[in-house]
């Protein structure tokens, strides 16, 4: 029955996702959703087996449609670097975030293209807000990927904003 569930979702987001289609591109010239989008994407860059698996087993490749037919340039590019980079890094940003400073902080910064002067404001945004998150109960009961998505959400956030 789950089986059968999961491929009517996954079928469902494929129809979803082809009929979204940019006005002034052809049809298939987007991201694909399920290699390209989402967690799987970002876990899995060079591996598009591997992204798809892990989008439909993540969350049965809702947030990989989500992505790729809302915002398309999220599919790809520094954002997804990151996110990988996040993931592959995870404890070695948590030190150097804890510190202020390191290598693979600096790498991530640099990854996603923070001028040198917005650096030291980024740097320390993103450790008040991610202190918070790691002093939280339910932090130590998380998965490797939500640890990992949480710190990229604050770090795209501080970025962003």
């Known amino acids: 029955m789950k089986n ?24 298939g010239s987007g991201p694909n959703p399920f290699s390209d989008c989402g967690i799987g994407a970002a876990l899995f860059p060079k591996h598009d087996v591997a992204a798809v698996i892990s989008n439909v087993i993540w969350d049965v490749g809702t947030t990989a449609v989500t992505s790729a037919t809302a915002s398309p340039e999220t599919c790809s590019g520094e954002n997804a670097q990151a996110a990988a980079f996040i993931y592959e890094t995870y404890d070695s940003l948590v030190e150097d975030t804890a510190r202020g400073e390191g290598e693979h902080l600096s790498t991530l910064l640099s990854i996603l293209k923070v001028s040198a002067d917005k650096e030291a404001e980024v740097v320390a945004s993103v450790r008040s ?19 990992a998505e949480a710190l990229y959400s604050i770090v795209s956030a501080k970025i962003a904003g």
Do not use: C, G, N
């Open 129 to 147: 807000e991610f202190r918070e998150v790691i002093s939280a109960s339910s932090y130590e009961s998380k998965t490797q990927v939500e640890k």
């Open 4 to 27: 059968k569930i999961t491929l009517l979702a996954v079928l469902t987001a494929l129809t979803a996702s082809a009929s979204v289609v940019a006005e002034d591109k052809p049809v």
